[in-house]
C-alpha cells in the first residue's frame, strides 16, 4: 500500500513494498493527490494572483488547507506550497515571491525568518542505493532570525540555526551554525553574524 510521505518518519520509505517508479506507479495515495490538486487549483483561483497586501486572505487560504500560520506570517502570492499541513510559520516569519517550499517533509519556519524571493525549501529526495529509486523526506527547520537570501537552495533534513544566512544563490544540505554567515555550493561559513537579542 502506498501512503502519503506525511505519515512516515523523517527518512521513511513513501512505500514499504516494491514500487515501480520507473513504469509510472503513484508514490502517494490517491487522495493524497486529489488533496493536492485541489489546493493548487484553489491556490491558482483564489491566492496567486493577489496583491503582497493581501496577506491575510493568503494565511486564510493556508490555513483552511492545514498549514499552521501565525497571523503575522506572510506568505506571497507568487509562492509555491506543494502541501500546506507539512508547512508551519511563526510570528513575523516571511516566504518572498516565487519561494519554492517543496513541503513532501516538514518545514518549520521561526520567529522573524526571511526566506528571499526565488529560494527553494526543498524536503524531498529519493534512495540512490535503491534500483526502485524510493522517495524520501526529512524535514527543515529554519530557526528565529534567520534569513535565506535569494535564490538560495536548502536541502533535506538541513536545519538553519538561528540569527544565520544563507547567502545568494547558496546551497545547504548540512546544518548552519547559529549566526554564521554561509555562501557558496555547498555552502562555506566565511564569518560570524553579530549576535542580537530582540
Same mark, same amino acid.
Given at each position: 500500500m502506498i501512503e502519503p510521505v506525511s505519515n512516515l518518519p523523517a527518512g521513511a520509505h513513501v512505500q514499504t513494498?516494491?514500487?515501480?517508479?520507473?513504469?509510472?506507479? %503513484?508514490?502517494?495515495s490517491l487522495s493524497h493527490r486529489l488533496f493536492r490538486l485541489?489546493?493548487?487549483? =484553489?491556490?491558482?483561483?483564489?491566492? +496567486?494572483?493577489?496583491?503582497?497586501?493581501c496577506k491575510g486572505w493568503r494565511r486564510f487560504l493556508l490555513r483552511s488547507f492545514g498549514a499552521k500560520i501565525h497571523k503575522t506570517a506572510n506568505v506571497y502570492g507568487s509562492a509555491i506550497?506543494?502541501?500546506?499541513?507539512?508547512?508551519?510559520?511563526?510570528?513575523?516569519?516571511?516566504?518572498? %515571491?516565487?519561494?519554492?517550499?517543496y513541503t513532501m517533509g516538514k518545514i518549520e519556519i521561526?520567529?522573524? =525568518?526571511?526566506?528571499?524571493?526565488? +529560494?527553494?525549501?526543498?524536503?524531498?529526495?529519493?534512495?540512490?542505493?535503491?534500483?526502485?529509486?524510493?522517495i524520501l523526506c526529512r524535514p527543515i527547520r529554519l530557526e528565529a532570525d534567520s534569513w535565506v537570501c535569494a535564490e538560495a537552495f536548502i536541502g533535506p533534513g538541513v536545519t538553519v540555526g538561528a540569527g544565520a544566512?544563507?547567502?545568494?544563490?547558496?546551497?545547504?544540505?548540512?546544518?548552519?551554525?547559529a549566526w554564521g554567515i554561509y555562501r557558496g555550493n555547498p555552502a562555506q561559513k566565511v564569518k560570524m553574524r553579530e549576535s542580537f537579542r530582540r
Open positions: 513494498g516494491t514500487l515501480k517508479t520507473f513504469e509510472g506507479a %503513484p508514490s502517494f485541489t489546493w493548487k487549483i =484553489v491556490w491558482r483561483l483564489l491566492g +496567486a494572483w493577489t496583491p503582497p497586501p506550497i506543494w502541501y500546506p499541513p507539512n508547512l508551519t510559520m511563526a510570528a513575523r516569519s516571511t516566504l518572498g %515571491p516565487k519561494v519554492n517550499c521561526g520567529e522573524n =525568518v526571511v526566506v528571499s524571493q526565488n +529560494a527553494s525549501l526543498c524536503t524531498g529526495t529519493h534512495s540512490i542505493n535503491e534500483p526502485s529509486f524510493q544566512v544563507l547567502g545568494a544563490r547558496a546551497a545547504a544540505f548540512a546544518d548552519l551554525e
